[in-house]
């Protein structure tokens, strides 16, 4: 057997422990056991100082690997840890040896809860998704009978809210899928996770695209967007372009890659353009609703100063075709600022 030349040390421990790793408990802030705190037999020498409670039994889990003789490469032993108390936990990888600095480290690691592979704290989220999905089932149907009751009077808003409510049916179908296969198996497809967060960021894009249209009168006020259609899909297109790269890089990229910097950059452009919505929503809101009271002022004050004529009331019958005319003309008048639509 080879003499053993370094150790490498993983550690299992719970976040509201961690200040039982080092020599606080013994007045001292040293990480690894020395000769002088080793004295009172609390530790050994080039491991980690970790202070046990013989009578508790969730506390921190040592798993030691040597290095043996010349060997540059050693290979940890697989272990399986049982968990006795709900909590976060952290797993490092620590060594006393300044011999082994720069040591590298690869492996797998695999947690299961008593429900499944799913992290603690995303448990919910399946629950979420899983009744966010029975709820849009719910709405969609509601959505449809109504549509078809309505049938004659349907414009082309109500085709785009329905495509709305499709969207966000399918993405809480596949978010949902998601995260049931990831509990069942412990691994998210990649697959299934670039369809999810495509999915979410078309639903997100159109709705805002959907809300700012409506609250520039499209379909009510005005029959076509005009000249700023293009500024419209520019909006959209770049919304969904940040959307989706932030979703992405949240959902695929590992933990160490997702930097405070690299997140500041993927965020920001998400924020800016959700501004952008905000404002250019409230923006044409106003100047809808501003319209649409212009219009209704017009028309009190086409029939106050010329009243249509009621040969009825008159006693006799007009047939002169320039009064009926008039006569149309002030109802239609009349008639369009209330309705707030063309017909």
């Excluded at 961690?18 to 408990?25: E, L, N, Q, V």
């Excluded at 809300?211 to 520039?216: C, E, I, N, Y």
């Excluded at 609703?289 to 017009?298: D, N």
């Excluded at 006693?315 to 017909?343: E, V």
Aim: with cysteine.
């Amino acid at each position: 057997m080879q003499q053993r030349t370094g150790l490498v040390e993983a550690i299992i421990i719970r976040v509201k422990d961690r200040t039982k790793i080092g020599g606080s408990y013994l007045n001292s802030e040293a990480i690894c056991c020395t000769p002088d705190l080793a004295k009172d037999g609390s530790c050994k020498v080039g491991e980690v100082i970790i202070h046990q409670e013989p009578d508790k039994l969730d506390g921190p889990t040592r798993i030691q690997t040597f290095f043996e003789g010349k060997n540059r490469e050693t290979k940890m032993a697989l272990e399986t840890i049982e968990i006795n108390s709900t909590g976060m936990y952290y797993l490092y990888f620590m060594f006393c040896d300044p011999e082994l600095v720069g040591t590298l480290i690869s492996g797998r690691t695999v947690w299961k809860n008593p429900d499944g592979y799913l992290p603690g704290k995303m448990t919910p989220l399946m629950t979420f998704f899983g009744l966010m999905s029975l709820a849009y089932i719910v709405l969609g149907l509601l959505w449809f009978i109504r549509f078809v009751r309505y049938w004659k009077n349907v414009i082309q808003l109500h085709y785009h809210i329905t495509a709305v409510i499709g969207l966000g049916m399918c993405e809480m179908a596949l978010w949902y899928f998601e995260y049931a296969n990831f509990n069942s198996t412990g691994s998210r497809p990649m697959g299934i996770t670039v369809w999810a967060v495509s999915f979410s960021a078309i639903k997100k894009t159109f709705s805002r695209l959907l809300l700012l249209v409506v609250s520039m009168g499209y379909g009510v006020v005005r029959p076509t967007l005009g000249n700023i259609t293009s500024k419209i899909l520019l909006l959209g297109v770049s919304y969904f372009v940040a959307s989706e790269a932030l979703e992405l890089v949240e959902h695929l990229g590992n933990i160490n890659d997702f930097s405070g910097k690299t997140r500041l950059f993927l965020v920001l452009p998400v924020v800016l353009l959700d501004a952008c919505f905000i404002l250019w929503i409230f923006s044409s809101l106003s100047k809808t609703l501003e319209k649409l009271q212009g219009c209704l002022q017009v028309g009190r004050i086409e029939f106050e100063i010329n009243p249509p004529l009621d040969p009825l009331r008159s006693g006799g019958r007009s047939d002169d075709p320039q009064l009926s005319n008039n006569h149309r003309g002030l109802s239609w008048i009349g008639l369009w600022p209330m309705t707030g639509r063309f017909d």
